[in-house]
């Protein structure tokens, strides 16, 4: 059956087979072969104070499925090649609510983790659900989605779209005051399929094998050996870094004429090549891949762009931060050809990257979701509407940096593999990445190489165990 591209009607577009993108194509397949994972779900979660009407919020789910074909469509493969298939609204996607009137906080948390963590049967189920965790006083309402849909800032849209059809409902309106979607993420699948039909995409290619040629994947010291199989399996710390420290990051990046991304990207690979001895590596950067004109639009826009470190015995924090901020800027001038493509080329038999390392800004959110990235409370329609945190998309790399920029100063997500690494360690290596992120803010030029990867305390009882000391042996 033949694939169609965008210009469809809504209602010609029904179980009509649409093409997926190179990206979406990768995470379709990752999903065939481990059905049963959640490694590519999405999750945002509020607390809602009262508790919402059901009735109502699924009204505003139903509305959002409409907007946002996207969550309304099934992933399946028709002769042999992957494809969407839009259903009509109200096929997919509808709000479930689940009453639990007595729970506890940890045992709704105990949901929660247990609905983010449920895997998605793309074919059948599509990749969307709204959930509705009801007690006696409040609410927590769920919103999880498969990578393959959406990306960080489609979830804020989601959110967004979400509590303003709730509040237009709430208050006797017929339906959201929504604009049309210029475009779709149809439009985006056709225009890339342009770009790898063009010789500006044959250049982009070449950029990217020259890029990771004679390089290899960053990794650390692991805790445990590396599995045949991963199980994808992985948990998350999540600190915010001390307001000082947030001031100084920013003032320092202004005065070199760097971002605040190049700067705390620099430290990170820094550490890396102190810790794991690596002189040259790649890692990836998940950039996005979204145009102004689809700024409203739910979708997958998202490709990982390789980023190489180098060091030497003089490399300053300086050079790294200098560095990263170049390769940054040639990645996003390329940022359009995609990363499975540039995987299948390579002349390597591993993976191009095993650490990932990004920077979300909320200020991208607009007026109002922004604040809510942070924590703060919004009101819709008379309910004191607080969004949650909620750990996710864990396990897909050995380790994966977030960094968070709002309001307020930086917050910092580490995500690791559990199947490599204890806590303690993932602990120790964000202790460490703040002490070198201290270090670039404080002392850009310093030598990398003099940066001490222990403090006094820890010398001391190193000394101590070397001497047998307290706690060393005799």
């Known amino acids: 059956m033949e694939l169609h591209h965008g210009g469809l009607t809504a209602e010609a577009v029904l179980d009509t087979p649409l093409p997926l993108s190179v990206g979406q194509e990768g995470l379709w397949l990752l999903q065939r072969l481990a059905p049963d994972s ?33 969550l309304r469509s099934r992933y399946t493969e028709t002769d042999g090649q ?17 009453d639990i009137p007595d729970a506890t906080d940890e045992e709704l948390d105990k949901l929660v983790t247990a609905e983010v963590r449920r895997p998605f049967r793309l074919d059948t189920e599509g990749p969307f659900r709204a959930v509705l965790l009801r007690r006696r006083d409040d609410a927590v309402a769920l919103v999880v989605t498969h990578h393959i849909a959406t990306d960080a800032f489609s979830q804020w849209l989601l959110w967004r779209d979400l509590l303003q059809a709730y509040e237009a409902f709430a208050t006797g309106e017929d339906r959201p005051a929504w604009e049309p979607l210029p475009v779709s993420y149809d439009d985006f699948v056709e225009r890339e ?7 500006r995409g044959k250049r982009q290619a070449e950029f990217w094998q020259e890029e990771a040629a004679g390089s290899q994947a960053a990794e650390l010291p692991t805790d445990r050996p590396r599995p045949a199989v991963s199980s994808q399996a992985g948990a998350s710390l999540l600190r915010r870094l001390p307001d000082r420290l947030s001031d100084k990051v920013l003032r320092t990046a202004a005065r070199r004429g760097v971002s605040p991304f190049a700067l705390t990207l ?11 001895g690596q002189s040259d590596f790649l890692l990836a950067c998940p950039a996005s891949t979204r145009r102004s004109s689809a700024a409203e639009v739910v979708g997958y826009f998202v490709n990982p762009v390789l980023i190489r470190g180098r060091f030497d ?8 931060m200098d560095r990263a901020a170049d390769r940054v800027r040639q990645a996003t001038a390329r940022v359009s050809y995609p990363y499975p493509l540039v995987a299948r080329d390579a002349a390597t038999a591993g993976p191009l990257y095993r650490i990932s390392v990004t920077m979300v800004a909320t200020d991208r959110f607009g007026p ?10 919004m009101i819709v329609a008379g309910i004191e509407t607080t969004y949650l945190e909620i750990p996710h998309l864990e396990g897909q790399c050995d380790l994966s940096l977030e960094i968070t920029r709002d309001v307020y ?6 995500r690791y593999d559990t199947d490599l690494f204890e ?31 222990t403090d006094d305390a820890e010398r001391r009882a190193l000394l101590a165990l070397g001497s047998g000391g307290p706690g060393g042996t005799p």
Do not use: K
């Open 409 to 414: 100063g930086l917050t910092v997500a580490l």
């Open 313 to 320: 015995r003089v490399t300053t924090l300086a050079d790294a």
């Open 193 to 199: 399929q342009v770009l790898l039909d063009s010789s």
């Open 368 to 377: 109002g979701m922004g604040g809510a990235a942070s924590g703060e409370p």
């Open 82 to 98: 992957p494809c969407r298939v839009v259903q009509a609204v109200g096929v997919l996607g509808e709000l479930t609510v689940r």
């Open 38 to 70: 959640a490694t590519y779900n999405l999750a945002g979660g509020a607390r809602m104070t009262p508790a919402p009407d059901p009735e109502i919020l699924g009204r505003a789910v139903r509305a959002l499925t409409d907007r946002h074909p996207m």
């Open 266 to 276: 620099g430290a990170f690979q820094a550490l890396l090549h102190r810790w794991g």
């Open 423 to 453: 806590r303690a360690t993932a602990e120790r290596l964000f202790d460490l990445f703040v002490r070198f992120v201290e270090a670039a803010a404080d002392d850009p030029d310093q030598r990398v190489s003099r940066i001490p990867l």
